[in-house]
């Protein structure tokens, strides 16, 4: 049996269509770039889809606004027409611009996306996996035909995050609040979800200095903000000089 694709999308909402599987590379423009890296390489699996929540009054809400009370106060879906103009590394939730996000309606696709987060503070500092993103979305929003807009839960995008450069300010207590309502909606979230993108590790080796053993003066952590993350101690952020004088 041959090995299943790397990233996948799957589609979810209706009893037809079920089971069929083509290359996303199908569904992709003809004129793509040639030098796209070969981890973008995807499939779409149609597990369930149904066009018929296509037809509806385009004011009702989206299927996923059940995933809990008030789900989209506390966390955000944002403009898939957005994705492809981030800068690397993408922006954290609390300053990704705020135009860029959206309140779906049942005439748009929500999707959901499904990765691993194998470095702390970001999930993709090299931007490794923006190409693959992109690219699934454009395959799943071609084969679901949403009247309205595509949007994307994506959880560094979609709700608020700790720290990841200095300067930075941690979760207000607003958010923080938030952040816990919206642990709780993500699973359903996931469920109501259109088509969930699946990205399988990305190659981040690419990333300078990665796994190597740094020594610094203990002085230098003075205003280093640690906690503990099961066996590990991490450094979650950095008191600035008028907290630490």
């Excluded at 018929?52 to 989206?62: F, G, I, K, V």
């Excluded at 944002?78 to 922006?91: C, E, G, N």
């Excluded at 923006?130 to 679901?144: K, R, V, Y």
């Excluded at 503990?228 to 450094?235: H, Q, S």
Aim: aromatic share 6%.
């Amino acid at each position: 049996a041959q090995d299943a694709p790397a990233h996948t999308v799957h589609f979810l909402g209706g009893p037809d269509a079920m089971g069929q599987t083509f290359p996303a590379c199908c569904a992709r423009d003809a004129q793509s770039s040639p030098n796209r890296s070969s981890h973008s390489t995807a499939s779409v699996t149609t597990m369930h889809r149904s066009q018929s929540r296509y037809m509806e009054d385009a004011t009702l809400p989206h299927p996923s606004s059940a995933a809990g009370p008030n789900v989209f106060d506390c966390l955000d879906c944002v403009k898939a027409s957005y994705i492809p103009h981030l800068t690397t590394p993408w922006p954290r939730q609390q300053e990704f611009p705020r135009c860029g996000v959206q309140v779906p309606s049942a005439d748009d696709a929500v999707l959901a996306v499904s990765h691993a987060w194998q470095h702390q503070a970001h999930p993709d500092p090299a931007g490794v996996e923006g190409p693959i993103i992109s690219d699934l979305i454009q395959s799943a929003t071609l084969a679901l035909k949403p009247k309205g807009d595509t949007v994307l839960f994506y959880d560094f995008l979609s709700v608020s995050q700790r720290p990841v450069r200095r300067g930075q300010s941690d979760r207000t207590c607003d958010e923080t609040r938030k952040f816990a309502t919206a642990l709780g909606a993500m699973p359903f979230l996931f469920l109501l979800a259109d088509a969930i993108l699946h990205v399988s590790d990305p190659d981040n080796s690419v990333i300078p200095g990665e796994g190597d053993i740094v020594q610094v003066h203990a002085i230098e952590l003075d205003r280093a903000e640690l906690a503990e993350t099961g066996d590990e101690v991490r450094i979650v952020g950095f008191r600035d000089d008028a907290q630490n004088p």
